[in-house]
């Protein structure tokens, strides 16, 4: 039986727990607050992203990426609009938000909110998902109780200054697998054939190679032996995204990268395949709630 904290589907309010909501309060102290907010960016370990965030009010515009969530609340209330709903997670709640689904995000309280959150790239689970079921494991409740998983998450997720060593990895992935069945509601079970895996893979191996330039369905034939039909079908079932967006999203994990380095904008936007700057800042907007300058500003703050 899933461990699922209440608070994924229902509001503090109801719990008899009033919040008074970012925005409602003082406005100095709103602003001075804001002032504050800031995001830590640890390095990348195997195509795995990690970040400490600590904001005040609304954060995050709705957004979407093709990478599971899972976070960490530290302090705070941490609130967002999942599916529909506005949820609620607070100090040792576990975030578990599926590939390509629409969420926002902020402070539940004028006290502000602290928090670490993990994106895994799906892909990195199909090994270690093993003989069970092969599609991605869907978590309804999008807040969840749950001592092993988040001992899992915290482990590495404790130290942001360094990368994931092997062994670690291995167990984290493990630990997160099983993790995600323990509470996932069986749709997850589409099956997918080893070979068709393979052959997911390969085109994520390709695309990652060439994201900055275009890609044609015709490579990715040649490269997965599948047409293109079958592959959109099996990327969509393992990776939970289509390997259009898939490809746009490595370009902007590249791009996010270079964001702080001294070079402007136009120039990340053109080295990494955007036509320019406002198609970067678009799809950026799109998969990260907010433009590439306000990323920039928040991350210099840390």
């Given at each position: 039986?899933?461990?699922?904290?209440?608070?994924?589907?229902?509001?503090?309010?109801?719990?008899?727990?009033?919040?008074?909501?970012?925005?409602?309060?003082?406005?100095?102290?709103?602003?001075?607050?804001?002032?504050?907010?800031?995001?830590?960016?640890?390095?990348?370990?195997?195509?795995?992203?990690?970040?400490?965030?600590?904001?005040?009010?609304?954060?995050?515009?709705?957004?979407?990426?093709?990478?599971?969530?899972l976070g960490l609340?530290?302090?705070?209330?941490?609130?967002?609009?999942?599916?529909?709903?506005?949820?609620?997670?607070?100090?040792?709640?576990?975030?578990?938000?599926?590939?390509?689904?629409?969420?926002?995000?902020?402070?539940?309280?004028?006290?502000?909110?602290?928090?670490?959150?993990?994106?895994?790239?799906?892909?990195?689970?199909?090994?270690?998902?093993?003989?069970?079921?092969?599609?991605?494991?869907?978590?309804?409740?999008?807040?969840?109780?749950?001592?092993?998983?988040?001992?899992?998450?915290?482990?590495?997720?404790?130290?942001?200054?360094?990368?994931?060593?092997?062994?670690?990895?291995?167990?984290?992935?493990?630990?997160?697998?099983d993790g995600l069945?323990?509470?996932?509601?069986?749709?997850?079970?589409?099956?997918?054939?080893?070979?068709?895996?393979?052959?997911?893979?390969?085109?994520?191996?390709?695309?990652?190679?060439?994201?900055?330039?275009?890609?044609?369905?015709?490579?990715?034939?040649?490269?997965?032996?599948?047409?293109?039909?079958?592959?959109?079908?099996?990327?969509?079932?393992?990776?939970?995204?289509?390997?259009?967006?898939?490809?746009?999203?490595?370009?902007?994990?590249?791009?996010?990268?270079?964001?702080?380095?001294?070079?402007?904008?136009?120039?990340?936007?053109?080295?990494?395949?955007?036509?320019?700057?406002?198609?970067?800042?678009?799809?950026?907007?799109?998969?990260?709630?907010?433009?590439?300058?306000?990323?920039?500003?928040?991350c210099s703050r840390?």
């Amino acid at each position: 039986m899933n461990a699922n904290s209440t608070l994924g589907n229902r509001t503090l309010e109801a719990s008899g727990r009033p919040i008074a909501r970012a925005g409602e309060g003082n406005l100095e102290r709103s602003c001075t607050s804001a002032a504050s907010d800031s995001i830590k960016v640890a390095p990348v370990s195997g195509g795995i992203e990690r970040i400490e965030a600590h904001f005040h009010g609304n954060a995050f515009e709705p957004h979407r990426h093709d990478t599971y969530a899972l976070g960490l609340t530290l302090q705070g209330v941490q609130a967002f609009r999942y599916r529909g709903i506005v949820r609620y997670s607070q100090p040792g709640d576990i975030i578990v938000l599926h590939p390509d689904e629409v969420h926002d995000g902020g402070a539940g309280t004028d006290e502000g909110l602290r928090y670490r959150m993990m994106y895994l790239p799906p892909e990195m689970l199909i090994d270690a998902l093993g003989e069970r079921p092969r599609g991605l494991p869907f978590v309804p409740s999008p807040v969840i109780a749950d001592k092993a998983f988040a001992a899992n998450l915290s482990n590495v997720m404790r130290n942001l200054d360094g990368a994931i060593d092997d062994l670690q990895l291995n167990d984290m992935l493990t630990g997160i697998a099983d993790g995600l069945l323990r509470h996932s509601d069986g749709h997850g079970k589409t099956p997918v054939k080893a070979s068709d895996q393979i052959a997911v893979r390969k085109a994520c191996d390709f695309l990652q190679a060439h994201s900055d330039r275009q890609v044609n369905s015709a490579e990715l034939e040649n490269i997965s032996g599948l047409d293109r039909f079958t592959l959109a079908r099996h990327f969509r079932v393992s990776l939970g995204t289509s390997p259009h967006r898939y490809l746009v999203m490595r370009r902007l994990e590249r791009a996010r990268s270079m964001i702080g380095s001294g070079r402007s904008l136009v120039d990340i936007a053109l080295e990494n395949g955007f036509s320019d700057q406002a198609h970067f800042t678009r799809h950026f907007k799109k998969a990260h709630g907010m433009t590439p300058g306000r990323w920039a500003s928040l991350c210099s703050r840390t």
